[in-house]
């Protein structure tokens, strides 16, 4: 895992372009502590520039930018090929291979481009990364993401001079950055929670889409034009896999998933550092520190973050579970006041909005690993493969398919809308801001996001609608574009496919790779942490979507194959409960710890400073909040965040 930068100009890159790639690097320090590299071939108008954090092969063999054997490639990496040491293989079977000059996997991935080219090397690899490649022999720079989008990568356009680096900081630090706030990324984090790729904070910058390869060159240095391929494409992956269905019966699927996750488990342990564990108690992170364990022949290290809230607190289930799989177990404690020194330096880890509250507790379960390990392996991805969340039921019970279902769904959207016109309208035209206690503006948002469900003309376009947080973006940014999802077309367009299949493709397409993954990425790297996905590799991907819903779902449970798997290592009364996830208490911070902070970000001058929110809406939403913190925390946390985020930008 490292931190990758990049400078690109058609014409050739001035003199002072080597300082420039310079301070872009070092704003990335944290990325790679270990080594750092640069390369320039100014005439042609390249620079790539590397920041290393050994994991494998941690001689000086391994630092980048490597060239290939023969010259032609030149590659500033981040990641980690899991299957290289089976690519090496090939290519020395093939007699494909050069003289190896050390073990990492960085030289088996030029090798291998060498003989079978970018696009086709990807489509055999499994693992996590990002790339920009340098082509001397065709004047071409490549920049690829893999399949899931682990791994982050950022392009962006400063006159002709193309900027890319692993993170936004990266690219805003050049000495002559300048741009403009997206208004139509901001409302996508306020009604998402997150701004999803392609879009970021700026509008001159991009993320690269996962699975997909940019080639840039002195033609097309563009790259919101530049030719853009998938060599994974993540609906026609999901899509084969559904017409090729398991046939196989619940408990030999069991004996299948066990049987992948032995497989890919060894792989992602392979390290010359030491290795361990996140361990929230679930179901996820219990079956991956199980199996590591299985395939482990020393205590395997487990690191559980737990919260001094009880209704928040999963760290004693972890503890139990650590306790019978015989794990070298470590926990900390987060409180308020660790949140409130925490929560000002979130800007300057993620870079743009982005609202998950458990940022946090990621961040400090990976800056309590770091002191014991350097890699961690996690259980994410298990929800969205596998059916895990909560809403996936309550759009199943939503959008039956039944007359009935739809008669009910349009008489309550009808009350709502007549409610609505009747009186809350009205009473908001006349300044009238309550009524029975309720604020006016908060209530109408409310009854709008509701109704965006309930009307939606497909089961995917309304379960976009219930778990955003607010449909009505336009009423908090001013300007903004309503928003536009050709996904939820496509999705809805593919014949055949449950609800349950819907909702969780959409998930695994921008929910995990917008959210979960940018999360878990920047929390770790923060600290000099890698973070390993074992659920991700392409094999398990495609197993999970040839699942049919019977099977994962199978004793009426929610990942009922991953339950059946867990089993067979832990006993369930240690972990057979509720689902909590890693969320934190924000409404309780928000009302105790972080209030004076709200208040000064939810203030009127502080508002019109940064001039993107509607300042009587959000303030009407901050006021009905303080009265009745149930009722809206996760849309407060939400403007919260991108206030505080929007504060951090206007400063430079």
């Known amino acids: ?72 490639f030149t590659i500033t990496f981040n990641g980690e090929i899991y299957n290289y040491g089976a690519l090496r293989k090939t290519l020395e079977d093939e007699n494909h291979a050069p003289e190896w000059r050390g073990s990492s996997d960085t030289e088996v991935l030029l090798a291998a481009i060498e003989v079978w080219g970018l696009e086709a090397t990807l489509k055999r690899v499994r693992g996590m990364f990002a790339l920009g490649l340098w082509d001397r022999k065709n004047d071409t720079l490549s920049l690829a993401r893999d399949p899931a989008g682990e791994k982050p990568l950022y392009v962006g356009r400063l006159g002709h001079t193309v900027l890319f680096g692993s993170e936004l900081k990266a690219l805003t630090a050049h000495p002559e950055w300048r741009g403009d706030i997206d208004r139509d990324a901001i409302a996508e984090c306020i009604r998402k929670g997150q701004i999803g790729a392609p879009r970021t904070l700026w509008q001159n910058v991009r993320k690269v889409i996962p699975g997909t390869i940019l080639t840039l060159s002195h033609e097309q240095s563009d790259p919101t034009t530049a030719p853009e391929t998938s060599f994974w ?143 961690a392996l996690s259980g994410d991805a298990g929800d969205e493969l596998f059916g895990g969340y909560n809403r996936y039921f309550k759009a199943q ?66 379960y976009e609608a219930s778990f955003t947080g607010l449909d009505a973006t336009h009423l908090l940014v001013p300007g903004a574009a309503p928003a536009h999802e050709p996904l939820l077309a496509q999705i809805a367009g593919e014949a055949g496919w449950s609800v349950l299949e819907q909702t969780s493709f959409l998930d695994m397409a921008r929910y995990l790779p917008d959210d979960i993954l940018v999360k878990v990425d920047r ?33 009426g449970e929610s990942k009922g194959v991953l339950r059946g798997v867990l089993e067979r290592y832990v006993p369930r009364p240690l972990w057979d409960r509720p689902k ?32 993107i929110l509607d300042e009587d809406r959000v303030i009407a939403i901050w006021e009905e909040f303080q009265k009745n913190p149930s009722l809206r925390p996760k849309i407060v946390w939400t403007l919260f965040v991108t206030q505080l985020f929007l504060v951090k930008a206007n400063a430079g």
Not at 47 to 57: T, W
Request: with cysteine; proline share 5%; charged share 25%.
């Open 397 to 462: 019970r939503l959008w039956d398919g039944t007359t009935t279902g739809r008669i009910k769904r349009g008489a309550e959207c009808a009350a709502l809308m007549a409610l609505d016109r009747a009186i809350l309208l009205p009473a908001e035209r006349l300044g009238v801001t309550e009524i029975l206690g309720r604020n006016v503006t908060a209530t109408r948002l409310q009854l709008d996001r509701r109704c965006a469900t309930l009307s939606a003309a497909t089961p995917i376009s309304g």
């Open 523 to 555: 929390a770790a790297m923060a600290v000099s942490l890698e973070t390993r996905i074992p659920m991700l590799d392409p094999e398990i991907m495609r197993f999970a979507y040839s699942l049919p819903d019977k099977i994962k779902l199978m004793g």
């Open 233 to 375: 494409d993540a609906f026609a992956e999901a899509a084969a896999a559904r017409r090729d269905r398991f046939m196989g019966s619940p408990e030999e699927a069991v004996t299948r998933l066990d049987e992948l996750l032995r497989e890919v488990v060894s792989l992602q342990m392979a390290a010359d550092v030491p290795l361990g564990a996140f361990l929230s108690g679930g179901i996820d992170s219990s079956t991956i520190a199980a199996v590591m364990q299985a395939v482990s022949d020393r205590p395997v290290q487990s690191f559980a973050l737990g919260f001094h809230e009880k209704d928040a607190n999963e760290a004693e289930f972890a503890k139990a579970i650590a306790t019978h799989l015989g794990l070298d177990h470590h926990e900390i404690y987060l409180s308020g006041e660790d949140a409130r020194d925490l929560v000002v330096d979130m800007p300057s880890i993620y870079d743009e909005p982005f609202t998950d509250s458990s940022q946090i507790a990621t961040y400090l379960v990976s800056r309590f690993a770091r002191e014991t390990v350097t890699v």
């Open 1 to 72: 895992m490292c931190g990758i930068v990049g400078l690109f100009n058609p014409v050739s890159l001035a003199s002072d372009a080597p300082d420039a790639l310079a301070r872009m690097s070092d704003t990335i320090a944290h990325r790679g502590p270990d080594a750092k590299g640069t390369w320039f071939d100014l005439e042609r108008g390249i620079g790539l520039a590397h920041r290393r954090l050994a994991i494998i092969d941690l001689s000086e063999t391994g630092v980048q930018p490597m060239h290939s054997a023969s010259g032609r």
């Open 580 to 611: 909590m996830g890693f969320g934190v208490p924000t409404a309780a911070w928000l009302r105790g710890p972080l209030f004076e902070l709200a208040s000064d970000l939810f203030s009127r001058d502080t508002l019109r400073s940064t001039g």
